[in-house]
């Protein structure tokens, strides 16, 4: 068998505008969509250049204690969509308290398996089980 690239030739996106804050955003404790960005913006910038997340797919529901991640993996069949969401996860895990409950998602249509890996990336267990794997640990830890 011979391995190859899944996506060899991934379509790269122009850098967007920024939204700009018009309040000091240290200045108070609100969780907005854009600290969301920035904070994973960091973790994954190869992967926001291929679109894969923007600001527009955060949502942030303060009173509820809510967060919605949509991504758009780069291929229907994309076999690191649940690598990607479970990096996000971990990486939000650290920055935000307990009380946040966290839906991470692939974008709608985008993922051949779209129905099983968001019940991956969302089921407690299964994040856990899949965080035990040293393999798995190991590459989401490298891509922090």
């Known amino acids: ?3 190859g690239l899944i996506n060899a030739n991934p379509v ?3 850098k967007k505008e920024r939204i700009a804050r018009s309040e000091d955003p240290h200045g108070d404790d609100a ?3 854009l600290e969301i960005y920035d904070i994973l913006l960091l973790l994954l910038l190869i992967v926001f250049h291929l679109s894969v997340l923007s600001e527009e797919s955060i949502t942030v529901d303060e009173k509820l204690g809510r967060i919605l991640i949509t991504f758009t993996p780069t291929i229907q069949h994309c076999s690191m969509a649940t690598v990607i969401g479970l990096c996000l996860r971990v990486k ?3 920055f935000f ?3 946040f409950k966290v839906d991470i998602k692939v974008a709608p ?3 051949a398996d779209e129905e099983s890996v968001n019940k991956q990336l969302n089921d407690k267990e299964r994040v856990a089980a899949a965080l035990e794997n040293p393999n798995l640990r190991q590459l989401v830890d490298d891509f922090q």
Do not use: I, N, R, W
Request: glycine share 6%; net charge negative; aromatic share 0%.
């Open 109 to 111: 249509g985008s993922h």
């Open 97 to 99: 308290p307990p009380h």
């Open 1 to 3: 068998m011979t391995l």
């Open 31 to 33: 969780v907005d969509p």
């Open 12 to 14: 790269v996106h122009a």
């Open 92 to 94: 939000l895990k650290e």
